[in-house]
T-cell receptor, first 114, second 114 residues
Framework: DPKIIQKPKYLVAVTGSEKILICEQY?????MYWYRQSAKKPLEFMFSYSYQKLMDNQTASSRFQPQSSKKNHLDLQITALKPDDSATYFCASSQDLGVTGQLYFGEGSKLTVL | GDSVTQTEGLVTLTEGLPVMLNCTYQTIYSNPFLFWYVHYLNESPRLLLK?????KRTEHQGFHATLHKSSSSFHLQKSSAQLSDSALYYC????????????FGKGTSLVVHP
């Protein structure tokens, strides 16, 4: 069974709309992350959280807002969607935020913005 | 700042030939941790190898890599490529500073053909 659940797996949105990507991890980890992979591009770090606190933000746009309502949840709200936002968004977690941490990834949410 | 540089783009190999994907890093840490992740199509990225101590080889699923601090490298190798090795490979390391962020290289797409 997947230990990191991302919902929805696929979604299509229109330009200008808003979507929320859901991520829940059942590994008991304290750190969670969002990564993005656009077509023909590598994994791109977006955010990291530790104990529900934002630790690092490498996303230039404020249209991307992570939300952590519980320790094992890290959702991603995206507003005013643009076609360039089309990508697969991966949620990941690690035991703690630190130099030895292995990342565990969810299956991704593939977003298409028309 | 800290960074990870790996063989970029596409590497095409004939089945049975050796695999070598390069990875070098820059970090202020005296004891860096490097990782190789593998990303098969339609799956989530997962850990393939994690570095051990300096000059010690780590192995998994036929792949191996050795952390060499003297050359800041963690190259991925396999003696004989298999068709099932076709995937996207990421070298990753952890950045310095107060906010640890797993940083991925740009990825190497390995295609093994008969």
């Amino acid at each position: 069974d997947p230990k990191i659940i991302q919902k929805p797996k696929y979604l299509v949105a229109v330009t200008g709309s808003e979507k929320i990507l859901i991520c829940e991890q059942y590994l008991g980890h304290n750190a969670m992350y969002w990564y993005r992979q656009s077509a023909k591009k590598p994994l791109e770090f977006m955010f990291s959280y530790s104990y529900q606190k934002l630790m690092d933000n490498q996303t230039a746009s404020s249209r991307f807002q992570p939300q952590s309502s519980k320790k094992n949840h890290l959702d991603l709200q995206i507003t005013a969607l643009k076609p360039d936002d089309s990508a697969t968004y991966f949620c990941a977690s690690s035991q703690d935020l630190g130099v030895t941490g292995q990342l565990y990834f969810g299956e991704g949410s593939k977003l298409t913005v028309l | 700042g800290d960074s990870v540089t790996q063989t970029e783009g596409l590497v095409t190999l004939t089945e049975g030939l050796p695999v070598m994907l390069n990875c070098t890093y820059q970090t202020i840490y005296s004891n860096p941790f490097l990782f190789w992740y593998v990303h098969y199509l339609n799956e989530s990225p997962r850990l393939l190898l994690k570095s051990s101590t300096d000059n010690k080889r780590t192995e998994h699923q036929g792949f191996h890599a050795t952390l060499h601090k003297s050359s800041s490298s963690f190259h991925l190798q396999k003696s004989s490529a298999q068709l099932s090795d076709s995937a996207l490979y990421y070298c990753a390391g952890l950045t310095s500073g107060g906010n640890y962020k797993p940083t991925f290289g740009k990825g190497t797409s390995l295609v093994v053909h008969p």
